[in-house]
C-alpha cells in the first residue's frame, strides 16, 4: 500500500503550488481523470475521452495489470513478476524543496523488501518489471546534493536487474520506452475501428501545426524556430501557442480539433526529447515531423514501425538553425500519395498506442500499449531466462 494506494489516498502531496488542477483529479477513474463531455455528436467523444494526466501511466496500468487474464498471485510460478511501485508519483513529492535522503528512501526500502522475497533469489530480479510515468533520466541522479534532479532508484545495485518500462527511455540497457497515456481509451475494437474511419475521412486544411510553448531559456532551443517557421507560413500553419493567456493547450478535445485538422504535426524535444503530443497527433491521424531522432526512432521500438519514414518525417534541428531548410518547403515537397500512404500508417498504429478501458471486466480492444507492453517483458525475460542457464 505505501508504495501505491498511499500515495493516491494522500493525492493532494502531489499536488503543486502552480498545478492548475489537483492531482486528485486525475486519480480518478483508475488513472484515466475526470470524463470528459462533448456536445459533438458522435458516442465515441462522450464515453471514451478523459482528463488524462501524463503522469498517470502507473496507476493505469496497474489497474490494467490486476485484470490481466493470465495473472497469478504465485510469484514462484510466475513467467514475470509485476512491481507495483508508482515510482514517478512517489518521486513527485519530493522533487521541489526535499533533500535527496527523501527522495531516495522509498526506492531504498522498496528493494531491501523485494531481495528478501524468495522469488527474488531466482534471478536476482531479473524477472522483474515496473512502470514508470516519468522520464528514465529522473532516477538516475548522479550526486548527493540538494540541487540535482532527481532520486538515486536505479543506480541502486538491485534496481539494476529490474526492467522498467517508461514514457521515455535512455542509453540503458533494462528501460523500455511505453507510449505517453493519451485521453482516448476506449472499450472495444469497434469503438477504435469508428475513430480509425472517423480520422481518415478529416478535412485537413493546414499543412502543418504545432501546439507548444516556447523555451526561451533553453539557447538555441528549436522551438523557436518552429514558432518562427509557422507564424511566417502564409496561414499553412496552425500555431497553438502554449504560452498565451487563456490558451487550450490543456484541453484534449481542442488539441485533437487542431490535429485533425492538420496534415504534418510538429513534435520538436521539450524539457525531454520526448511529447505526449507526438501520439496524441497519433491518434489524430496527423503525420508527425520529428527534429531529433531521440523523440522516436531510438524510443518506443515495441510500439513503432523500424522503417520511420513509413509515417513520420525528419527534420534536422541543425539544418533548420542555420537556415539550410524551411518547414514549410520540405512538407510541400511529400506527394499526395506519400501524405496517403505516412496517414493510412498512423492511423494503423492508433490502437498499438493507446490504453483501452478495461474496467468492466471484458477483453475488448486487443493489442493495445499496454498488451504490447506486456508481450515484450515477457519476451524479455523469457530471453534473459535462457542466458542465465
Known amino acids: 500500500m505505501r508504495f501505491n494506494q498511499d500515495l493516491l489516498t494522500n493525492c493532494l502531496v502531489l499536488t503543486r503550488s502552480i498545478d492548475k488542477t489537483s492531482m486528485c483529479e486525475y486519480v480518478q477513474n483508475s488513472g484515466f481523470g475526470p470524463r470528459i463531455i462533448s456536445s459533438e455528436a458522435s458516442d465515441l467523444w462522450n464515453s471514451n475521452w478523459f482528463w488524462t494526466n501524463q503522469f498517470m501511466l502507473e496507476v493505469i496500468f496497474h489497474d490494467r495489470m490486476k485484470k490481466y487474464k493470465c495473472l497469478t498471485n504465485d510469484s514462484l510460478v510466475a513467467s514475470a513478476i509485476f512491481v507495483p511501485y508508482y515510482a514517478g508519483l512517489d518521486l513527485r513529492r519530493y522533487l521541489w524543496g526535499f533533500n535527496t535522503s527523501m527522495r531516495d528512501s522509498s526506492g531504498f526500502d522498496l528493494i531491501n523488501w523485494l531481495k528478501q522475497k524468495p522469488q527474488w533469489k531466482t534471478m ?185 519514414s513509413n509515417y513520420s518525417v525528419f527534420i534536422s534541428a541543425t539544418d533548420l538553425k542555420l537556415g539550410n531548410v524551411r518547414i514549410e518547403e520540405k512538407l510541400v515537397t511529400v506527394s499526395k500519395d506519400e501524405v496517403a500512404s505516412m496517414r493510412e500508417e498512423v492511423i494503423r498504429l492508433i490502437p498499438r498506442i493507446i490504453y483501452g478501458d478495461r474496467r468492466s471486466g471484458v477483453e475488448s480492444v486487443e493489442d493495445d500499449a499496454f498488451d504490447l507492453a506486456i508481450k515484450g517483458v515477457l519476451k524479455r525475460v523469457d530471453r534473459l531466462r535462457g542466458s542465465d542457464l
Open 124 to 308: 536476482w530480479g531479473k524477472d522483474h518489471f515496473l512502470v514508470s510515468s516519468r522520464i528514465a533520466r529522473d532516477f538516475r541522479r548522479k550526486s548527493d546534493r540538494k540541487s540535482d534532479w532527481g532520486s538515486n532508484f536505479r543506480f541502486l545495485p538491485e534496481s539494476k536487474n529490474l526492467s522498467m518500462l517508461t514514457i521515455e527511455s535512455g542509453p540503458w540497457e533494462n528501460d523500455i520506452a511505453a507510449p505517453y497515456p493519451t485521453s482516448f481509451h476506449p472499450s472495444s475494437d469497434d469503438q477504435v475501428l469508428q475513430w480509425q474511419n472517423l480520422m481518415r475521412t478529416q478535412n485537413r486544411p493546414y499543412l502543418f501545426s504545432f501546439a507548444g510553448a516556447s523555451r526561451t531559456r533553453q539557447k538555441n532551443s528549436t522551438r523557436e524556430e518552429i514558432i518562427r517557421h509557422c507564424q511566417s507560413s502564409n496561414k499553412l500553419c496552425k500555431l497553438l501557442d502554449c504560452n498565451s493567456v487563456g490558451h487550450e493547450c490543456d484541453d484534449p478535445l481542442k488539441l485533437m480539433n487542431l490535429f485533425r485538422s492538420s496534415i504534418f504535426c510538429l513534435q520538436p524535444p521539450g524539457d525531454s526529447l520526448t511529447r505526449r503530443s507526438t501520439f496524441d497527433s497519433i491518434l489524430a491521424g496527423c503525420i508527425p515531423v520529428f527534429f531529433h531522432p531521440g523523440s522516436a526512432y531510438t524510443q518506443y521500438l515495441w510500439y513503432l514501425p523500424k522503417n520511420y
